[in-house]
């Protein structure tokens, strides 16, 4: 990690040109990034720090949190930073206390932090342990922080880094893709039934669940497209039941993927995180008058929760990690 400035994309450059006359943050916004000490997140941190957002890096590891932030600051950057374990209540409560102490609220949260896949033998504890981290994480610390937000005539932003492999395609069972596509009578019980059977079918040796091309696709990236599918989910449910929010009060919660990018996540495979990072920063900073809620987005366009064709066209089996 250095504290060389990352060059903006073009697209990126013309933006946030663009936006200037629409700007309605300020040094006093306060976003909070999860996951922020590499890939991804560390973008997300450095896009929206550059563009005068007061942004709170968040990390498991108080090490490389510490590192990245020290990278940041050479470069002129208002962040701060403060250690996070999604998987931990304790830790998240503290995060919450903490905030509340020093900055009143908050206006922004991008939900990054995230693992592909899970080195534990056992499958059941596997799976559990990318579901605590991509989905009750998210779940979790976006409750948790609900209370914290600020009311503006702006609106406050909520986004779910996802996943298109997420996409209610990959759902085996009409009936559960039926109910994960009902958005009036979705909720955390249907998200949590799903799961659940899930669970069972790792215990078992079955696979009630899923359509995945191949059983090698299956053990390798099974557990991260379910805890994708759960994310997407509980993106709709908050989305929904924050809606009625009047206005000054209303909380705009979105989930995206930012495609392959080169991460270890994605075995250093795609483009720049510029561009993996391009449409959460794009979503955290529209204008209220053109923010919506509850919408998975792929390169800045909302492509629906049921089918997304590029998820098709990855080869997946090449990012298979390995053992």
């Known amino acids: 990690?250095?504290?060389?400035?990352?060059?903006?994309?073009?697209?990126?450059?013309?933006?946030?040109?663009?936006?200037?006359?629409?700007?309605?943050?300020?040094?006093?916004?306060?976003a909070v990034v999860t996951g922020g000490n590499k890939g991804i997140g560390f973008e997300i941190v450095r896009q929206l720090a550059s563009q005068g957002v007061t942004t709170i890096l968040t990390a498991r590891d108080e090490n490389r949190g510490q590192q990245a932030l020290g990278a940041l600051k050479e470069d002129g950057l208002d962040v701060v930073f403060h250690q996070l374990d999604v998987t931990d209540s304790k830790s998240i409560g503290e995060l919450a206390t903490w905030i509340e102490a020093r900055?009143?609220?908050?206006?922004?949260?991008v939900n990054n932090a995230g693992i592909g896949w899970s080195s534990l033998p056992n499958k059941v504890l596997a799976a559990k342990e990318v579901l605590d981290t991509n989905y009750y994480g998210v779940k979790n610390l976006t409750h948790a922080l609900l209370p914290l937000f600020r009311p503006?005539?702006?609106?406050?932003r909520v986004v779910n880094v996802s996943s298109m492999a997420g996409q209610l395609a990959v759902v085996g069972n009409n009936k559960w893709r039926q109910q994960l596509n009902d958005e009036d009578n979705l909720n955390e019980e249907v998200i949590e039934s799903i799961i659940q059977a899930y669970l069972k079918d790792r215990a078992e040796g079955m696979n009630n669940v899923l359509l995945m091309p191949s059983q090698e696709l299956l053990e390798a990236y099974g557990n991260y497209t379910v805890s994708?599918?759960?994310?997407?989910?509980?993106?709709?449910?908050?989305?929904?039941?924050?809606?009625?929010?009047?206005?000054?009060?209303?909380?705009?919660?979105?989930?995206?993927?930012?495609g392959v990018t080169n991460t270890a996540m994605s075995?250093?495979?795609?483009?720049?995180?510029e561009e993996g990072a391009d449409t959460a920063v794009w979503l955290v900073l529209l204008p209220a008058a053109e923010c919506v809620t509850g919408k998975f987005f792929l390169k800045r366009t909302d492509r629906?929760?049921?089918?997304?064709?590029?998820?098709?066209?990855?080869?997946a089996q090449s990012m298979i990690p390995e053992k």
């Open 228 to 258: 994708k599918v759960a994310c997407n989910a509980h993106t709709r449910v908050v989305a929904r039941d924050l809606a009625n929010r009047k206005e000054g009060e209303k909380v705009f919660v979105n989930c995206m993927c930012p």
């Open 1 to 30: 990690m250095t504290g060389t400035t990352t060059v903006e994309s073009p697209m990126l450059a013309t933006y946030f040109n663009n936006l200037n006359a629409l700007r309605w943050w300020s040094k006093d916004t306060i």
């Open 267 to 273: 075995q250093n495979q795609g483009h720049s995180v």
């Open 103 to 109: 900055f009143g609220g908050i206006d922004i949260l």
């Open 152 to 156: 503006s005539p702006a609106g406050s």
């Open 304 to 315: 629906g929760f049921v089918y997304i064709e590029e998820a098709f066209a990855i080869d």
